[in-house]
């Protein structure tokens, strides 16, 4: 599949299914790319697919089916827009650190594919008001979804999760308390974390 060289050719690419409730174009907004007028399109359709499908399906579906919708933040960002971002320090890491992170159509440096989406659960937004209230969540998901990493920020308590074929199993956060919740290593890393959710709704597929 080669990349679209036309409105048409991008309008029938953004129809891609990625999994049950979301499409590709679902993930091709980007801020960046709108004010900044450059083309946010996949240079690899075909990765960005897979990778894309991988993430929805293992990740967004079963939080959307357990939680509620999901409003995506951000999705997928070209190597040209993410450079942009980053040159102009506008919250984007360099390409390659972001290679099958934000940018599905490029692999990393180990050749692994990966996809990252910044989404927000409006159900906790609407059921929780303490700052450190995202740990709840966070140990939700490490203890029922195969995330590669998570990294939560102050808004909305919005978060990047991570599909990667080598899954680093890793939790951050800028909300306080800030760094590292947990990594391989880390005492909190194994078991069972129920308390931390308790009144959360059972995992559904």
């Keep these: 599949m080669k990349k679209p060289g036309s409105m048409k050719g991008l309008e029938e690419l953004g129809r891609a299914r990625l999994s049950k409730n979301f499409f ?28 894309g499908r991988r993430l929805c399906e293992e990740l967004l579906e079963p939080l ?25 320090n506008l919250n984007c890491s360099s390409n390659a650190a ?16 990966g996809a990252t989406a910044c989404v ?5 937004v609407d059921n929780y008001r303490n700052e450190e209230d995202w740990q709840r969540l966070a140990w939700w998901i490490h203890d029922h979804l195969p995330y590669a990493s998570l990294c939560f920020f102050p808004k909305v308590w919005a978060f990047n999760i991570q ?32 308390h931390y959710y308790e009144g959360f709704a059972p995992l559904r597929n």
């Excluded at 590709?24 to 897979?50: K, Q, T, V, W």
């Excluded at 509620?68 to 827009?81: C, D, F, K, N, P």
């Excluded at 927000?120 to 906790?124: A, I």
């Design 120 to 124: 927000v659960v409006p159900w906790m």
């Design 98 to 113: 972001t290679s099958a992170d934000h940018i599905w159509d490029v692999r990393d440096f180990d050749g692994c594919m």
């Design 64 to 88: 959307q089916a357990t939680f509620g919708r999901l409003h995506i933040r951000s999705g997928y960002r070209s190597a040209e827009v993410n450079q942009f971002g980053n040159r102009n």
């Design 163 to 194: 599909w990667h074929e080598r899954p680093r199993r890793v939790i951050q956060s800028y909300v306080r308390p800030r760094g590292i919740l947990t990594k391989p290593g880390m005492e909190n890393w194994e078991g069972n974390h129920a």
């Design 24 to 51: 590709l174009r679902d993930f091709l907004h980007s801020e960046i790319a709108d004010f900044y007028r450059i083309p946010n399109i996949p240079d690899n359709p075909e990765l960005a697919i897979e990778a």
